[in-house]
């Protein structure tokens, strides 16, 4: 599997941007895609995830209210909407597939096993 991230740039505080994740292989919606991001300086930090079929997702608590997951599975891409973006969400985000389906998605990297090359997403004060 090979995952193509976009969507990254620069906005300003407040702005909103959609990431997506395009993805090869026939088996897309048997995976879970997640999306990671790592800041300077700082570890790689789970953002979100969905489960293959779409139904189950999961955030982290400082995104939770902000950002959204979706994919498209005829299309083979997963999206991420992040609203009312703050400078703390500055990163290169990362989507990743985890090959084995589960209820709930994992917010353990270790557990992916396909990650894409990285944006950026830069927010401004």
């Known amino acids: 599997v090979q995952l193509q991230a976009s969507g990254g740039g620069l906005v300003q505080a407040g702005d909103s941007l959609r990431l997506s994740c395009a993805a090869s292989?026939?088996?897309?919606?048997?995976?879970?895609m997640g999306w990671f991001r790592q800041a300077p300086g700082k570890e790689r930090e789970f953002v979100g995830a969905?489960?293959?079929?779409?139904?189950?997702?999961r955030y982290r608590d400082s995104v939770k209210a902000r950002f959204a997951i979706s994919r498209d599975n005829a299309g083979n891409t997963v999206y991420l909407q992040m609203n009312s973006l703050k400078p703390e969400d500055t990163a290169v985000y990362y989507c990743?597939?985890?090959?084995?389906?589960?209820?709930?998605?994992?917010?353990?990297?270790?557990?992916?096993?396909?990650w894409g090359q990285g944006t950026q997403v830069t927010v401004s004060s």
């Open positions: 990743a597939a985890k090959a084995r389906s589960t209820l709930r998605p994992s917010s353990q990297a270790v557990d992916y096993d396909y």
């Open positions: 292989g026939r088996t897309f919606s048997s995976y879970v």
């Open positions: 969905i489960v293959g079929s779409g139904i189950n997702t």
